[in-house]
């Protein structure tokens, strides 16, 4: 069966500028989180949404922010980009939220902020 | 979250079994232990996870001690494809997270 779909897989953007990112979970899964990985801080929890609504949130400023649709696809937006936003992000699903499931990780989106 | 300790990296001949320990030892009744395992620029690959008992897929062997406060992955016959960055992480079992925290994990290294 497909995987986690990221799109794009890559992304140059501009100091300032805002970007948007493309999860598309595994059919029937309809958890999704999303992760940030740089360097330096390592992987890091963003948000997780189930059924539509945010259950979960780390501990990222206002300009990270995310939704989930209908069909549990999910896109995270960063507004007013900042050189440190250049990470790898990263998408994973789960057929439910909690414990006792896996969770499936896409290939990442590459942000990269000049 | 349980915090969880382990060893920043190890080393591991090829076709013998990779053991990665990883102590949890503030980890909750209702956490789970979890294992992935990052190969470089790639997402985080699923394992294995389990709550009290040990546990066994087509991946690896998870073992759980009696008191819960730490645990050994068990890659059986590792392969040179195995080398990655191993992270144990404890969630919570509760409906309400999603969340993973992941550490610093251990570097295998496999070698022919």
């Known amino acids: 069966k497909a995987g986690v779909t990221q799109t794009p897989r890559y992304l140059i953007k501009t100091r300032g500028q805002q970007v948007t990112l493309s999860c598309s979970p595994i059919s029937g899964h309809r958890s999704v989180s999303w992760y940030q990985q740089t360097p330096g801080q390592g992987l890091q929890f963003l948000f997780e949404y189930f059924s539509e609504t945010q259950r979960n949130k780390g501990n990222f400023p206002g300009r990270f922010s995310g939704r989930q649709f209908s069909n549990s696809r999910s896109e995270m937006n960063v507004s007013t980009l900042e050189l440190g936003d250049s990470a790898l992000y990263l998408c994973a699903s789960s057929r439910e939220t909690g414990g006792g499931y896996g969770y499936t990780f896409g290939s990442g989106t590459r942000l990269t902020v000049v | 979250d349980a915090k969880t300790t382990q060893p920043p990296s190890m080393d591991c001949a090829e076709g013998r079994a990779a053991n990665l320990p990883c102590n949890h030892s503030t980890i909750s009744g209702n956490e789970y232990v979890y294992w992935y395992r990052q190969i470089h620029s790639q997402g985080p690959q699923y394992i294995i996870h389990g709550l009290k008992n040990n546990e066994t897929n087509e991946m690896a062997s998870l073992i759980i001690t009696e008191d819960r406060k730490s645990s050994t992955l068990i890659l059986p016959h590792a392969t040179l494809r195995d080398t990655a960055v191993y992270y144990c992480?404890?969630?919570?079992?509760?409906?309400?997270?999603?969340?993973?925290?992941f550490g610093q994990g251990t570097t295998l290294q496999v070698k022919p």
């Open positions: 992480i404890g969630s919570h079992g509760s409906s309400n997270t999603g969340k993973l925290i």
